[in-house]
Structures are given as C-alpha cells and as structure tokens.
C-alpha cells in the first residue's frame, strides 16, 4: 500500500512559478510509474506529466510540454512537478498518482495510488 502526500501548492501570478513535491509512504515507488493529473473546475480530471520508474522517460500532456517538468528521487521516495510560465489555464486541483505499468494515455482509472490533491491557482 502506498500513500501519497503532495506538497501545499500555492498561488502565483501568470508567468511565474511552482514546483511540486509528493513524497511517497508505506512502500518504495521505484517500481511505480509516477504522474501528475489535475482538475479544473467544472472538467475531468487529465493527465499532466508522466516518468518511467528510473525517470529515463518522461511524457507530457501538449498543453504543458516546454513549461513542466517532472522528476522523481527514488532514494527519497519522492516525485516533483517543476512548473514555468505558468497560466491562468494551468488553476486547478494536482493530484500525483501511481500506476504498476506504462500508460501514455495518463487515464485516472489506470493508477491504483492517488494523493489528496494540491490546490494551483494562477493570476492574470
């Protein structure tokens, strides 16, 4: 079983940024592939970053791809999301979750381990 806490998010002016932290307990993550979802206000919630279990691979929604990064500590039992630019467009929940095999499409019901959720907003 794992249990997965993010860190406070927080509030920022568009063109700013965040990063992340969701520290893992209860088992290793490093034979989990670890993701970053969020959910706006009135949407469903969408995959944002993944990375492989070495962190080798990483893939990105389109809409962040060039401002997101992610990045994990397997030592640490710890992902990150390091979040630039950001945009009024990126305000929502975050969520890191963990999934037992590689799925690109990053949907929700494929990861078995979720956080609570992490509160952005950005500011135009």
């Known amino acids: 079983q794992v249990q997965l806490v993010e860190s406070p998010g927080g509030s920022v002016q568009a063109g700013g940024s965040l990063r992340l932290s969701c520290a893992a307990t209860g088992e290793s993550i490093s034979t989990y592939y670890m993701a970053w979802f969020r959910q706006a206000p009135g949407k469903e919630r969408e995959g944002v970053a993944l990375?492989?279990?070495?962190?080798?691979?990483?893939e990105y929604t389109d809409s962040v791809k060039g401002r997101f990064i992610i990045s994990r500590d397997n030592a640490k039992n710890t992902i990150y999301l390091q979040m630039n630019s950001l945009k009024p467009e990126d305000t929502a929940i975050y969520y890191c979750a963990a999934a037992t095999l590689w799925f690109p499409k990053m949907s929700p019901g494929d990861y078995r381990y979720w956080g609570q959720g992490t509160q952005v907003t950005v500011s135009s």
């Open positions: 990375i492989s279990t070495r962190g080798s691979t990483t």
